[in-house]
């Protein structure tokens, strides 16, 4: 009720109802993770102590899954990186005490997107990093993907382009062996703008067109937009007048065509009150 009444104040639905539902997607891996080590535990004939053990378990990821909510609601709702980091830290704590190496990398990547979002981009660096080897550990290629890219944005912020091209290409090497044409294509973009940040415009353009055609595999027409204008931009710097009319008019059409398919605010104010209950 409490996350209920701050979204609606703050009116920021979609972007909490994308990280609760992926904090929900998390703790479903999770419990599979730990129906695994049940299963491990009684063939080592160690159910006895998994019972009794597993009951404490459950409610201590019970209470860590809710110091994450209460951190997402302080860190996207309310703007309040240091009540959010105390959150996401007493949940890094309980995970850790579980030996769950999952919730545990998810913690890490809370507070380096809450120093991230502070503008302490090397702090949010180190936190990212300390998440990669529990995501290895767990056999989480998304957490580890998703680590990888956001490493690569930060990286590209701080002007490492090298850096921040190895840890875009580890990234879309996962999200393509995993059949995530969104996320590939969203890492394609963070390439081609580490590109266009060196001045490497060729391999720019070369990198958005792979983007494009991952959005279009997606049916994501706002992806496929933005990196419309990101070629056109290109285009722009190369001087080359026609091509970059060419793509901004692509991009503009798209832009009338996803206002026509957009819900009215008052449609999509019922349809987040909706998902918020659920």
Same mark, same amino acid.
């Given at each position: 009720?409490v996350?209920?009444?701050?979204?609606y104040?703050a009116?920021h639905?979609?972007?909490?109802?994308a990280e609760?539902?992926?904090?929900?997607e998390?703790s479903a891996?999770r419990a599979?993770?730990?129906r *695994?080590s049940?299963? !491990?535990?009684?063939l080592?004939?160690l159910?006895?102590?998994?019972?009794v053990?597993?009951?404490?378990a459950?409610?201590?990821?019970?209470?860590?899954?809710?110091q994450?909510?209460?951190?997402l609601?302080h860190?996207?709702l309310?703007?309040? %990186?240091?009540?959010? *980091?105390?959150?996401?830290?007493?949940a890094?704590?309980? =995970?850790q005490?579980?030996g769950?190496? %999952?919730?545990?990398?998810?913690?890490?990547?809370?507070i380096?997107?809450v120093?991230?979002s502070?503008?302490?981009?090397e702090? !949010?660096?180190?936190y990212?990093?300390?998440?990669?080897? %529990?995501w290895?550990d767990? *056999?989480?290629r998304?957490?580890?993907?998703?680590?990888l890219?956001?490493m690569?944005r930060v990286?590209s912020?701080?002007?490492?382009?090298?850096k921040?091209?190895d840890?875009?290409?580890?990234a879309?090497?996962? =999200?393509?062996?995993?059949g995530?044409h969104?996320r590939?294509?969203a890492?394609?973009?963070?390439?081609g703008?580490t590109?266009?940040s060196?001045?490497?415009?060729?391999?720019?353009l070369?990198?958005y067109?792979?983007a494009r055609?991952?959005?279009?595999?997606?049916g994501?027409?706002?992806?496929?937009?933005? &990196?419309?204008?990101?070629?056109?931009r290109t285009?722009?710097v190369?001087?080359?007048? &026609?091509k970059?009319?060419?793509?901004?008019q692509l991009?503009?059409?798209?832009s009338?065509?996803i206002?026509?398919i957009r819900p &009215?605010p008052?449609?999509q !104010?019922?349809?987040?009150?909706?998902?918020?209950?659920?």
């Amino acid at each position: 009720q409490v996350l209920r009444e701050t979204a609606y104040a703050a009116g920021h639905y979609a972007e909490a109802l994308a990280e609760l539902r992926a904090a929900k997607e998390r703790s479903a891996r999770r419990a599979r993770g730990a129906r *695994r080590s049940y299963e !491990a535990a009684h063939l080592n004939r160690l159910t006895a102590d998994w019972t009794v053990t597993g009951t404490g378990a459950r409610e201590a990821s019970a209470a860590a899954d809710e110091q994450v909510v209460i951190g997402l609601v302080h860190h996207l709702l309310k703007r309040e %990186p240091l009540k959010a *980091r105390e959150h996401f830290d007493k949940a890094l704590q309980i =995970w850790q005490s579980l030996g769950d190496r %999952p919730g545990e990398a998810e913690s890490l990547n809370n507070i380096a997107r809450v120093y991230e979002s502070s503008g302490e981009r090397e702090r !949010a660096l180190d936190y990212y990093k300390r998440s990669l080897q %529990p995501w290895v550990d767990a *056999r989480d290629r998304y957490g580890e993907a998703w680590t990888l890219f956001n490493m690569g944005r930060v990286y590209s912020f701080l002007k490492d382009s090298t850096k921040a091209l190895d840890h875009f290409q580890r990234a879309l090497k996962l =999200w393509q062996d995993l059949g995530d044409h969104s996320r590939e294509a969203a890492t394609l973009n963070g390439i081609g703008d580490t590109y266009f940040s060196i001045n490497d415009y060729q391999n720019a353009l070369s990198t958005y067109r792979r983007a494009r055609a991952q959005w279009q595999a997606a049916g994501d027409l706002n992806g496929e937009r933005s &990196t419309l204008y990101a070629i056109s931009r290109t285009y722009a710097v190369l001087q080359d007048k &026609t091509k970059e009319e060419e793509y901004k008019q692509l991009a503009d059409a798209l832009s009338l065509k996803i206002q026509q398919i957009r819900p &009215t605010p008052e449609a999509q !104010a019922k349809s987040d009150k909706v998902r918020l209950a659920e």
